[in-house]
């Protein structure tokens, strides 16, 4: 018993430590002085100096991160009242159509789904730019949404409704204060997926931008043409370092959520 | 429910905060509300002082965006949606937007400075009388390599020295199918341009004899191997080498005599622009003497600016490597867009060879 939990423990490490060491070696070599990633020659902060200097750079961050948190909200709320309707509904057939139309839009290329929305705006007259941009991200977020949300909606027993009603609740008060927090962490899962997807999404964004707006993965991928500089290693730090704040913050409130004591219920 | 709407909250309350961070950077960057022009180039290809400068002297304000290979930015251009005012495309990419309709011929009375560009890089078969374009970088295709590595041996001032036998599996090739077609048919004499069938098949004969000395065939990988030492010689382009070789001072850079291609990247105003007269002042203030130097000395490729040579370092202007004078330039030759069936019959010829290697 005491062995395989050694063993266990040893090929977690492992599969770890060969998933963070990319990062750590990208992050190790944004204090290099040296210009390159082929030997270290000594510490320096020059080129995180360097990103705070580029004002461009900056503003296409906050635009990756605009684009993230607004587009993650919207596709939050439609794919919410799109996994509503999804189970609600009375007629089978529609139902599990459209479940499988939403499984089919998870599942296509990104290729497809960004080439498509370009010929989409540019036959609308849509300008290229931040619109554009917000509106693809929402609609391949929605599916992910609804994906997350669905199962919990589905494990929830019918018979909490029917208490609810017997009780007096009317349509609103079983929906905001029944369902709705029954199916609260698989919203939560939904948005914060949705978010990464956005965040780092390359294929439908590289479609979509233009007009000056771009994304940092769009912007990123024309800066390497000419080689990596050490300037997005140092950009790559600074946002793990967020994510990991992120992701801490994130449990924080998880945990304070959960504790009986300061359990006022919601 | 309350702490859903809560969260909800505090995501467009941050939204807010950013959108109003990024307005305000945007207001130090340039004037908000000046008349704008929106500027298409490759990455890294200016000095982001100069866009500054820019703005201060005309106060108009540069929307930039940058692209990796000519056929994104093609795709871009023909599809609309964006208001590109001035993009920088390579010279055969230029023939094929030309004839797509999708430029704007150039008003050179609004051009006063075009007078400093070298005629040797005006009035060329892509584009007759610069109708439609302006030169802004120029270049060559070569083979940098490394003395050390190679016991100084070779001067690669030929072609025929890439098909030692000393040098097997050694030499790294660009994956791209003119550069390396194009390589068979210079070592034969014949042109980069050839459509010609049986110049092409002795090429392609020529080519399978490299073949066993053919270590890889790469993109913009070769910059680090070379710069890392992991390769000892590499067929690419200029600008790349120059690259190279300033983070790697023991490289060297050739172009062989029989011949290579010579390319430009040029300034052109595409069928989208909005701002025309704003896009003719950027294009004016690019071909300023100052400024081209300031530039040229920013990204370290070749200038077609001559009066920009006297501002910069002599060292670097009287390099015959990237300066090639016009003894060597004679030999050079630029690509001409041979149409996609020709294109296809280059393509498959280098993926024959590719097979070879192996």
């Known amino acids: 018993m005491g062995k395989t939990a050694k063993g266990q423990k040893l090929f977690l490490g492992l599969v770890f430590l060969i998933l963070y060491a990319p990062i750590f070696f990208l992050i190790f070599y944004s204090f290099n002085s040296g210009g390159t990633m082929s030997s270290f020659e000594s510490f320096t902060w020059e080129h995180y100096a360097a990103v705070f200097e580029d004002t461009r750079l900056i503003m296409i961050v906050f635009n990756t991160v605009i684009v993230a948190l607004l587009s993650s909200l919207l596709a939050t709320t439609i794919g919410v009242l799109g996994a509503l309707a999804i189970v609600y509904l009375k007629n089978r057939k529609l139902r599990n159509t459209l479940l499988s139309l939403n499984n089919v839009l998870i599942v296509s290329p990104d290729v497809i789904i960004g080439a498509s929305f370009l010929i989409l705006f540019t036959s609308l007259g849509v300008k290229l730019g931040f619109t554009s941009v917000l509106v693809s991200h929402i609609a391949f977020s929605v599916p992910i949404v609804v994906l997350m949300v669905l199962p919990k909606l589905l494990e929830m027993s019918d018979s909490l409704i029917d208490a609810a009603r017997d009780l007096g609740a009317s349509g609103k008060d079983v929906l905001t204060r029944v369902i709705i927090p029954y199916i609260k962490p698989g919203i939560f899962a939904g948005f914060f997926l949705a978010l990464t997807y956005s965040l780092d999404d390359f294929a439908v964004t590289f479609f979509v931008t233009g007009n000056g707006f771009s994304t940092l993965s769009v912007e990123i991928y024309s800066m390497a043409r000419t080689g990596v500089t050490l300037t997005i290693n140092a950009l790559s730090g600074l946002l793990f370092i967020v994510t990991v704040g992120l992701v801490l913050g994130y449990y924080a409130l998880n945990r304070r959520g959960k504790t009986p004591i300061t359990g006022v219920k919601r | ?358």
């Open chain 2, 1 to 358: 429910m309350k702490d859903i709407i809560r969260a909800a909250l505090a995501v467009l309350i941050a939204s807010a905060l950013l959108i109003w961070a990024n307005a305000e950077l945007g207001k130090t960057s340039g004037k908000a509300g000046a008349d704008t022009i929106t500027v298409y180039n490759w990455g890294e290809y200016i000095d982001p002082d100069l866009l500054k400068q820019f703005t201060e002297e005309t106060g108009i304000r540069v929307v930039y965006e940058t692209f990796d290979s000519n056929e994104a930015m093609m795709t871009k251009i023909q599809q609309g949606g964006t208001s590109y005012d001035v993009a920088v495309p390579s010279e055969y990419m230029i023939e094929k937007m030309r004839e797509n309709n999708l430029l704007i011929p150039l008003d050179h009375s609004k051009l006063p400075n075009l007078k400093h560009i070298d005629p040797y890089f005006l009035d060329l078969p892509f584009d007759p009388d610069n109708e439609y374009s302006i030169p802004f970088f120029w270049g060559t295709l070569g083979i940098v390599f490394n003395p050390e590595l190679l016991g100084g041996q070779y001067d690669f001032s030929s072609w025929d020295d890439l098909w030692d036998p000393a040098l097997r599996q050694k030499v790294i090739l660009v994956d791209s199918a003119r550069e390396v077609v194009g390589m068979g048919l210079n070592i034969l004499g014949y042109s980069l341009n050839s459509t010609d069938r049986r110049e092409l098949d002795e090429a392609s004969a020529k080519l399978s004899e490299l073949a066993p000395n053919v270590k890889a065939i790469i993109g913009d990988e070769i910059t680090q191997m070379m710069q890392r030492n992991e390769a000892s010689v590499a067929l690419t382009w200029s600008g790349q080498a120059a690259d190279m070789m300033s983070e790697n001072d023991s490289l060297d850079y050739a172009v062989p005599e029989e011949g290579s291609n010579l390319w430009f990247d040029n300034m052109v105003i595409p069928k989208t622009a909005a701002n025309i007269d704003g896009a003719h002042k950027f294009i004016n203030f690019m071909l300023d003497p100052e400024v081209a130097a300031q530039n040229a000395d920013y990204v370290g490729y070749s200038t077609p600016n001559k009066d920009a040579l006297g501002l910069m370092d002599p060292e670097v202007v009287n390099d015959e490597r990237f300066y090639p004078d016009e003894e060597t330039r004679e030999h050079l030759e630029v690509y001409r867009d041979l149409g996609p069936e020709m294109l296809g019959i280059y393509n498959e010829r280098f993926l024959k060879f590719k097979m070879e290697m192996n």
